[in-house]
């Protein structure tokens, strides 16, 4: 996926035109399937590798596809009326989507084989535009990545307001499950409950590097007029063409941080707001990303779904003349956790002792109580007397947290079962998500006001902020690949400290984190991990950094990219059958090693069909033959087994590597 990294602020679409002209590009084909389906000289390749190309989902191995899988939960994108209500339809939103040509392309499916490969039940492909269609509007990232998608419907299709927090765990599952199988996430979803889902999944997802991104509709999708078309349309659009790592919420042409929305309006098409936090794109003419709001993981974890949630928390809503005994029973056990939700800037009142007792006996008793406002904008603060005394009682300021994302968030921070109830309070205090907005003391000091920017800017006679902008944006990614090379982490902190951002792609895609995985500087891989950089990102030919600090022989860098959920897709994995096995006649036992810890699999068949021990009996290199064997003898190694198994084996339970241990010459 050569564009798959092309994630500046100036990564636009024009969605109006992406809207309006599918592809009539057709590809040359020159040979035909078994079934006498004519094939994509490519996918042909690959179909003869492949052994079960009907059951198995893969991450598209083509450098000019993008897959995303969308897990249909119900709601009223996929309802039709019965009995003049309306209700979830089963079985019905694929075929009524083939016919959809805005929303799936038969004559590129056909002439690729694609139903041969991802298999024809599920699987469709949206349009390709064409580059008259004002898609490629910056030279630097032209989005024309063709996206396939494949539908897994529930059963049942639910109203939102009757999913629960199992529902929620049920998709955290599957997310986790078909991970790296794919390159994004669409979770078609009720309105109803949308935002309380899509804040639970935020935290629940920890380490996430791709995008979820949450739609449906105020009108079933069957509707003449209806707004679910154009709210799946553009889920597709941005989960399959940009790297935002959040899950993410889209409607009504606009992408919000799914922790920080909530329903608004029953009767609109703009049925949701994210009232403290500006849009993370908005899909007008142009598809236009904010980089500089988009949450950046700052660990170098792997991907993992959390799904323990505690259920024994809720919502108060405090009102005039709440009667203590009202609250005592709220309060009661088995309740742990709840959000008082109190007036204006987190204010109740401080001439009710009653009240306030009721809550200071709570929260003596543990149960974690969070101030958050009634309000829809603004945050909480103590800068009332009628605020103070919430203090006094021992409830934590939820700042300008929705509360919807404070019950999720309680929900799963009370599940942590190894944490104190100190480090619990400690937790919900904590911005984990980008769900609640930091104290910034100062502005922040933005690129576009470094005098080097303006120099440049007033030399080119440029006077408008967008051209700044694409000035900017042109200039800081080779300028932060170019730190990256020589391992200068001051020139990146300077860099980002003027509000750049690391993760942009140069004009090949390549990132900084490429960079530094090529020349091997460790550090300073470690720093790009902890401020964001993506292991996904992929240049111009595909390539992650995983693959360049293999290529280049990094081995502490592969391990740090793997523990940091780094992986080969199918295709990589595959031409590393080949590799594994040349290395293997040539006797490189190092260059085996690397391969291997990077997730290579000794099972894979090189492209005559043989394994790396094969080749290398056959070519009389005992000492590979020996290592190999040893590799796959080791129990913990798995060798045989999935690539989540194996890919255990470099580290031990304490995170440290194991090495190799003296290989034996005889076998
Ligand atoms: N627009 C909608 O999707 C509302 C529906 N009742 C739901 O939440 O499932």
Known sequence: MAEFSSNGPASRMSLGRALSQPSLNLIETNDVSPT????????????????????????????????????????TIGMTLHDNVLAPKANALVRSLRKLPILHDELYAQQTSMYEYYGSENSLVLPKPTPHSGLQYHSLNKLNKRIIYTILEYSPLLDSSNMTTDDWGRLGKDIEKNYENYDGFVILHGTDTMAYTASALSFMCENLGKPIVLTGSQVPIYELRNDGRDNLLGALLIAGQFVIPEVCLYFFNKLYRGNRVTKVDAGSFNAFSSPNLAPLATAEVDISINWDTVWRANTTAKFQVSTELNRN???????????SSTVRAFLQPPMQGVVLETYGSGNAPDNRPDLLAELKKATDAGVIIVNCTQCLRGTVSASYATGMVLMD?????????TPEAALSKLSYVLAKKELSLDAKKKMMAENLR?????????AKLCLSDSRFIQVIAKSLSISCKEELEAIRNALTPPLACAAAKIGDIEALDALREMGSNLCLGDFDGRTPLHIAACEGHFKLVQYLLSHGASVHAKDRYGDTPLCNAVRFRHKDVVKLLRRTGAHFSREQMEEAGTELCSLAASGDIDGLEIWILAGADLTTLGYDGKTAVQVAEAAGRKEVVAFLVQLIGNKSMTVFGEFNEYDEYDDDENGESIEFSAIPTEI
């Open 434 to 442: 980008g769900e609640m907005s930091a104290n910034l003391d100062g």
């Open 313 to 323: 928390v809720g919502l108060l809503r405090l009102f005039p003349g709440i009667t």
């Open 393 to 401: 009682a021992g409830l934590l300021a939820g700042g300008d947290m």
């Open 36 to 75: 006498g389906v004519q094939l994509h000289p490519r996918r042909r390749r690959k179909l003869s590798s492949c052994s079960s190309v009907e059951n198995e989902p893969v991450a598209s191995p083509f450098a000019d596809e993008s897959r995303v899988l969308v897990i249909n939960t119900g709601g």
